[in-house]
């Protein structure tokens, strides 16, 4: 397995890519890797475009970015606040939930461990482990559409759904890669490996197997 040498030479190619194509990189100037910050972004990402998440999640945190401040909004200060977030109103209820708890059960305090992510109102799976791969450097992979998509083409793996891919890779890739494996796909994704890949311009072109690399030019 060539995962080590491919993730070194991701890992180069990250620092270059500039942020409005990988928007992930974006997210992170926003949330800056502070536990609540990027808990909520987390929550405010799924099924929408990080550009408007990040765009949204700053003006937010001008105006609330503890718990605290998120509480002292009224219902529909936050929701006008997320309004261009899919499921905004959802969303903004959850997140005063998860600004509740984290209050009254952790002291103010974000817990670490997935077993108590997981039970916050809209983290699922994916975004417990993006969190705590991210923010707590913990040895999970989480597994997006890019790391699903990616990780097939590279051969890691022969799967046909995220949860599926997330088991193998846990088989096949060592354990020191597990937490990098989902920034610098996602980042990879989003700039060359994505839906239709743009293998004529692939820094890894040499190691993939991919049978239809050729055919993208
Ligand atoms: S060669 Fe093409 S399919 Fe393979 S990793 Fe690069 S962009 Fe993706």
Redesign the pocket.
């Known amino acids: 397995m060539n995962v080590e040498k491919i993730l070194n030479i991701l890992k180069k190619e990250f620092e270059k890519w500039p942020e409005d194509k990988a928007t992930v990189k974006k997210m992170i100037r926003v949330h800056n890797n502070e536990p609540f910050k990027s808990l909520v972004m987390a929550v405010l990402s799924t099924q929408t475009k990080d550009s408007i998440t990040s765009e949204i999640s700053k003006k937010l945190f001008e105006i609330a970015d503890s718990p605290k401040k998120i509480l002292a909004l009224t219902d529909q200060e936050l929701e006008k606040l997320l309004k261009p977030i899919s499921f905004y109103k959802r969303k903004a209820k959850y997140i005063k939930e998860i600004s509740r708890i984290i209050i009254e059960k952790y002291n103010g305090n974000i817990p670490n461990s997935y077993e108590e992510i997981i039970k916050f109102p809209g983290v699922g799976r994916k975004v417990a482990n993006v969190f705590l791969s991210n923010v707590y450097k913990k040895d999970v992979i989480a597994v997006d559409i890019h790391v699903h998509r990616?990780s097939n083409?590279?051969g890691w793996v022969k799967t046909k759904n995220p949860l599926q891919t997330e088991k193998e890779l846990y088989k096949v890739i060592p354990k020191h890669l597990w937490k990098d494996i989902n920034l610098y796909l996602v980042a990879?994704g989003q700039v060359?490996?994505s839906h239709k890949?743009?293998?004529s311009i692939?820094?890894?072109?040499q190691?993939?197997?991919?049978p239809?690399?050729n055919l993208?030019f």
């Open positions: 990616i083409r590279l990879f060359i490996c890949p743009k293998c692939c820094p890894i072109s190691l993939c197997p991919y239809n690399k993208h």
